[in-house]
């Protein structure tokens, strides 16, 4: 495990991020924080903590009150396609994310969009598909998958862009326990592969041991930000449960069970 | 798992589904326009023409009777507005007729055509008309035609929620309408925001290319068929 070394340049950068919706809701106050490369980062806080909001800030589907976001040192605003191409995201809902027919023209979505040649397209896809082990279901309609096949296929649709980035939003929502082993391989394999995950969940017991840092959140805020063993005493008290007796084990014992891998 | 509907792509083979979308598009145009100008011989044609394509393409049975309820139950409405309006009940008959070689046509086009393929045919329809953005046309057609499944999952799924609520003890009818409507709009409204965003993180623009296959010697021969049996109607 590594924990972000702040001296070298930040992948991502967010700086006093603030955003408030009509009706008066400020979903995000002074949001702050760094993403190195390869880090493999979890978000965490209870429903309506402003999650969600902040991930479509990351690639600019939603435009800050106040505040920026920086890719690699540059505002994304400044060349947004190719921000969206860098950082992936995965949405909470996966089956709203399809868009095509068929398994296989759903993961050629975005190289069309981004105007690549056929071949290469193709090449993209049938790579994507193969890593989210789906290339056998190229051809099937996009309505016939599970849920856990749903979300890879999201995941694949991204893949097929080459991010270095990946954003996933509630990864973990409505699957049995083999769909989130996969989705949770899946994840694993590709921050393996050198990808930077930001893992967005309120299930920390799934996942947080595989984590290298976790952010907390509450209420727009940004409550904690430090290596799980560090943080994790104070999850019970933003509304996160976790497997364990926080005042009578100690903390990397509990982070032990935070895997449903294991 | 979700099943795969008559209003939707069917992945069962059938003749239709190799022809050009283009073809497809302007026939089922011109068809339904004929549907509601040809005399008695000549819908009797188009509808037999349209069931032979309705079947063709091997339909399940469990969704026909399914979805036929639904379109039974409209005929027969639709049969006494007639027959309240017209006292005939030849006129009468020949409006069902035509709503349900409309039906047939509209599925048939449906279940043998990707909404990807509609969507460049829409395109290639709209690109020489000035003053409209065809690319986001064709775009919203497309999803349309994804989201109708989708939709009637929901209304599905949401009368069941009525029902445990034991909606039949409502007697007002206008409640009844509200009570499943308004549920359903929100949840169409919030998927269709979830997806403009998804396709937004994957780079979709307004500026989109097209790529239509050239028209093959099959597709002139299906038009000129389909044109001759047009011309017929019309004569009959
Ligand atoms: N489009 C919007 N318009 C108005 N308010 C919004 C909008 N989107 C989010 N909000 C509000 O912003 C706050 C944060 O919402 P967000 O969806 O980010 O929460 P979350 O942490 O993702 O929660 P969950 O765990 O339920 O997904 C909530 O109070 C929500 O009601
Ligand atoms: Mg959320």
Redesign the interface.
Known sequence: MHFFNQKTMALLEVVHLSKSFPGGTEALKDVSFLVGEGEFLVISGKNGSGKSVLMRHLNGLYKPDEGKVLYRGTPIFKDILMVRQKIGMVFQNSSSQIVSQTVGKDVAFGPENLHINAVEQNKRTNKALEDVGLLDKIDHNTRTLSGGEKRRLAIAGILAMNPEIIILDEPFSNLDFPGVQQVLRQILFLHKKGHTIICITHELDKVLYHADRLILMDKGSIVCDNIPGKILIKAPQYGIRIPGNIEKEPPLLILERMSWLK | ??E?DLF??S?VPSPLKNLDPRIKFSLLLLYTVLIYQVHTWGLVLLTAIATILFFSGKPSLKHLLFRGKGILILGILIYFATYGAEKNTITALLSVLRFVTTVLLGMCLISTT???EIEKAVYWFLKPLPFISASVIATRIR?TF?FI?DLMETAEKIKEARISRCIQRERNPFKKMTTLIIPLLSSVIE?AE??A?????????DK??Y?LKHLTLKDYAAAAVGLGAAGLSILL
């Open positions: 798992m979700a795969i939707h792509y992945p990707l909404p990807e999803l994804m499944p998927r979830v997806t965003f998804a396709m937004e993180a994957r780079c979709y623009t989109k290319h790529t």
